[in-house]
């Protein structure tokens, strides 16, 4: 007789042979149906399991009543204390299915098979000798048809560099034909040129007429226009605005005309104070774009011959930050992070009608809120997408499998329209730490820009990897940062005349988003996989949990309150965090960068560089923007707020309202974020190069 399994879930004991819930000394009758619903669905531990597939395995095609599946799934959310609108052990996909959250514990489980097919099996051995002999004859050819050796995992195994210059390239596609490639080239000053290459004869050609801070790149269907978002982000600000203006313009580009030479841009949908990003041409006419506003992100649909706009998709309960179309199939697929920062993978219709939805499964344990940026492939099957450099094939459903290519370096990368190749963009950033003396004069270089391999201060502790937001510990002469030199994302910490160490062990190769150090200088805060890990100097960690997932720490307020971003549905909210409490408290502010407090003040930054003030209490209050300050290059320090000009790189001191103080130094071109400061000591970041190159992966 078969066993029937024994498994846990939580802190529940799943008994199917006696049909019992236990938990601890109390059990519970449950009817066989509704625990081999709870039996499939823990098979198939945190991955969507479809309405269809559990009517097979738990009715195997019987007449039931409707919504009997429905019915289980309520009664063992009664039974295990789960709230259907915040689950912690069921999860509704809304028209596919359901999928466990709850880690999974077997005592006996069967090996392959679900309780349906034990059924199953158990009938066949009752039938008849020559029926039992016809199903084992049936069962060893499936066997050698799933066991036969197949194709090995898809490996690209040749590499071929397209460009190769001083500027680093970005954005590359093919062209409809395949015949070039289009790609962004920097320009200096945040600003590039849109490029093309003819693959042909290896021509290059500059399609702009105008430098400009441009986005990614897409062709109209029929191949005659690029496609793209623009951002004024480097031009002046109007002297009679008292705040900065963000004009985001989407701007379409003659590709025929611009081969001939550089064109100015046609635009046709401009002016908006919202982000604008990855515009899409449609049919008629039509463009959708994702544009994100103070309430959440939404897919727009722009008519261009009657210049009017309507949202096609957007959710309540999901932050979207990426969304492709794919012409042929008329369909978008939309990824979205949910409220547990998990990824969903939505696919649309032309109208924006949702078709399915699935959460995204990563075939190795995941890197916590990585967002995974997939575009279709050229067939619309499946997507193509890049995450911690590896290249990735994403189904539909949600399953990804990775691919193997001879790169470990990835940024971007796309297919070709005829043929297997894949164009991609790969390299990497050299960022280094410097410490400035703003009483010290130190010899001006040669105009610098970021493709020039050369350091504009000396530096702290040189390394060829990304070495960002460097921090004084409130006492000591030490210096910590964040590099990647080991591979992954560590916290270090350097002395004067001696070499950096190590400060934390970031195992899961998750990006370290910021951290802050206590007041005695013994701790350092930072997030780890949502959690909070407290760090002391001798690289011991304490773990503090907390019902939301932690993004990243920005101050440590006191001894038991730090500032923190949680991403959820609406990205990047700004909270306070009762450490001794474990107590969450709102801010009520979405889209925050960084954030600071100061003589009862809270200053923050937001998505956009704009920097606000309002009250320290976490109620609900007024903000007031500071205007001319450059949210990208702040920092607030000792009562005061220290800004950095974008176009004359100057370092201003400020009040906390704003108003300006003093210019303390004129800074360089490529390294002007400033971190911190201590008494005349300045740490800032400098670009030494960015490395990037488009090249052709080939099987």
């Known amino acids: 007789m078969t066993q029937l399994p024994v498994f846990s879930i939580c802190d529940y004991k ?111 051995l009752d039938s008849t000798p020559w029926t039992f002999v016809a199903v084992c004859i049936t069962m060893l050819l499936m066997f050698t048809i799933l066991f036969w050796p197949t194709t090995p995992i898809t490996k690209y195994t040749q590499l071929t560099e397209l460009t190769n210059t001083d500027a680093h390239e970005s954005h590359a596609i093919y062209s409809p034909n395949g015949q070039y490639i289009v790609f962004n080239r920097y320009a200096g000053s945040c600003k590039s040129h849109i490029w093309a290459k003819a693959l042909h004869n290896g021509k290059e050609t500059q399609l702009t007429a105008q430098a400009g801070q441009f986005g990614a790149p897409t062709f109209t269907p029929d191949g005659r226009e690029i496609v793209f978002a623009t951002y004024n982000t480097c031009d002046k600000v109007p002297s009679n605005q008292s705040l900065p203006t ?27 104070t919202h982000e604008i990003k990855t515009p899409k041409a449609l049919a008629n006419h039509q463009y959708a774009f994702l544009q994100f506003s103070t309430k959440n992100p939404a897919i727009m649909l722009y008519n261009d011959l009657n210049k009017s706009s309507q949202p096609l998709f957007s959710s309540d309960a999901l932050s979207i930050y990426h969304f492709d179309y794919h012409p042929k199939r008329q369909q978008f697929v939309v990824f979205a ?40 492939a050229t067939t619309g099957e499946y997507l193509l997408a890049v995450s911690n450099r590896k290249l990735y094939k994403v189904a539909l459903d949600g399953q990804m499998s990775e691919l193997i290519t001879p790169s470990s370096r990835l940024i971007s990368v796309t297919e070709h329209p005829s043929q297997q190749d894949l164009l991609a963009v790969q390299g990497h950033k050299d960022i280094d730490i410097a410490q400035v003396d703003l009483n010290q004069d130190i010899m001006q270089q040669r105009a ?107 101050n440590w307020l006191d001894s038991d309150t730090l500032l923190v971003l949680i991403k959820n549905a609406r990205a990047n909210s700004l909270y306070q965090f009762d450490i001794k409490e474990n107590k969450l408290i709102a801010y009520h502010l979405d889209d925050v960068e960084n954030a600071w407090v100061s003589h009862n003040r809270l200053i923050y930054t937001t998505k956009n560089n704009q920097v606000f003030s309002r009250a320290i209490t976490p109620n609900e209050q007024p903000a007031t923007p500071l205007p001319h300050l450059n949210g990208k290059a702040l920092l607030v320090k000792n009562g005061a707020i220290y800004s950095v000009d974008k176009d004359t790189f100057a370092l201003k001191q400020y009040d906390l309202n704003g108003a300006f103080i003093q210019t303390l130094k004129t800074l360089k071109p490529t390294a002007w974020k400033i971190t911190d400061l201590k008494d005349t000591q300045l740490l800032l970041e400098q670009f030494i190069t960015i490395d990037q190159e488009v090249v052709v992966l080939q099987k």
């Open 14 to 124: 799943i008994d199917l042979s006696r049909s019992v819930i236990e938990q601890g000394e109390q059990q519970t009758k449950i009817e066989p149906k509704v625990l081999s619903v709870l039996y499939v669905l823990a098979q198939h531990q945190n991955e969507v399991v479809t309405h269809q597939t559990l009517m097979e395995q738990v009715w195997q095609g019987a007449e039931v009543v409707p919504n009997a599946l429905q019915r289980c799934i309520a009664i063992l959310r009664k039974e295990l204390g789960d709230d259907a609108k915040s689950p912690n052990i069921i999860a509704t996909h809304p028209k596919i299915g359901y999928r466990l959250l709850c880690e999974v514990t077997w005592y006996n489980a069967p090996d392959t098979h679900s309780l349906a097919n034990s059924k199953k099996h158990r009938r066949m």
């Open 337 to 376: 992070h949910d409220q547990h920062a998990n990824t969903q993978l939505i696919l649309l219709d032309k109208n924006g009608k949702m078709l399915q939805q699935a959460t995204l499964q990563l075939p190795e344990k995941p890197i916590f809120i990585s967002p995974i940026i997939g575009n279709f």
């Open 246 to 272: 963000s004009c985001w313009t989407l701007a379409t580009l003659d590709f025929a005309q611009a081969l001939s030479g550089p064109q100015t841009l046609n635009t046709r949908y401009q002016c908006q």
């Open 448 to 554: 610098l820009d970021l493709h020039t391999v050369t350091t504009p201060y000396p530096s702290t502790a040189r390394s060829n990897t990304q070495e960002r937001l460097a921090r004084f510990p409130p006492n000591g002469r030490s210096i910590s940062f964040i590099s990647n030199r080991t591979g992954q994302d560590e916290i270090w910490l350097w002395h004067p005349n001696s070499d950096a160490v190590q400060l934390t062990n970031n195992e899961n190769e998750e990006t370290i988003h910021g951290y802050a150090w206590s007041a005695d200088s013994h701790h350092v805060a930072w997030v780890k996989n949502g959690k909070l890990l407290i760090t002391d100097l001798t690289g011991n960690s304490r773990l503090v949990s907390t019902y939301k997932p932690l993004f990243s720490v920005l």
